[in-house]
């Protein structure tokens, strides 16, 4: 079997950008819950209240050398790092959406807020050859990366997003509408505001924007 190489993709053209050429030993995947502080009479310890989910961020450790090819390596990082910046000559006002796929292995849309890069090797020239690089990325919510896509404005599709539900097993979208909208029957307007294709299919730890149903 081939030995797959991960990849960094630009999520909004769907194109491969960056090559890994060692593979991360690991990833790292974290995910928050809000709660809020809320004091209570007659205790010195304050109640929480949900305040939903943060997106998800994932880490990813590589290492990048030319040491053999006695080139600068800053030339392989950079495009990594140029994942960050604004598309030349377009007037969004926005960095990519990316992904980092690896095999099979797909990760949630997201952004890169963070990149450290650490020089471990020089040439006799001064020129760097190997580097340590450290990414962040943040998770996007579907219905912004869906809206995008679709060239709306995704800030427009949230507006009046009440907070966020994280699917559990069990879980249905009728269950859910009646759960957060008082009505089974509104699993549709659910459906619409989260792009949901298929409302019989259900991921567990899929994030659902609860709309106003106003």
């Keep these: ?3 797959q190489k991960g990849k960094f993709y630009n999520a ?3 194109s491969e950008v960056v090559t890994c050429q060692f593979n991360p030993e690991e990833l790292k995947l974290s995910r928050t819950n809000k709660w809020d502080p809320t004091p209570t009479s007659g205790s010195k310890v304050a109640d929480v209240t949900f305040g939903g989910t943060e997106p998800q961020t994932m880490t990813i450790n590589l290492t990048f050398d030319t040491y053999e ?3 600068d390596v800053r030339d392989k990082t950079k ?3 140029g994942l960050m910046d604004l598309p030349s000559g377009d007037a969004q006002s926005r960095p990519p959406h990316v992904e980092f796929g690896w095999g099979q292995f797909r990760s949630f849309r997201g952004v890169i807020t963070n990149f450290t890069e650490r020089f471990t090797l020089f040439i006799e020239t001064g020129i760097p050859v190997r580097a340590k690089v450290d990414v962040t990325l943040r998770e996007v919510p579907k219905v912004a990366a869906t809206a995008q896509s679709s060239g709306q404005n995704p800030t427009s599709r949230m507006v009046g997003a009440r907070r966020v539900r994280t699917v559990q097993p069990g879980d249905t979208l009728d269950l859910i509408s009646f759960q957060e909208l008082g009505d089974a029957g509104k699993w ?7 792009s949901i294709e298929d ?3 259900l991921i567990p730890g899929f994030q659902i924007y609860i709309p106003s149903d106003n």
């Design 69 to 71: 090819a006695r080139t």
């Design 188 to 194: 549709r307007l659910l459906a619409d505001s989260n």
């Design 12 to 14: 909004d053209t769907n």
């Design 79 to 81: 495009l990594l790092l």
């Design 199 to 201: 409302p019989r299919r």
């Design 1 to 3: 079997m081939t030995l």
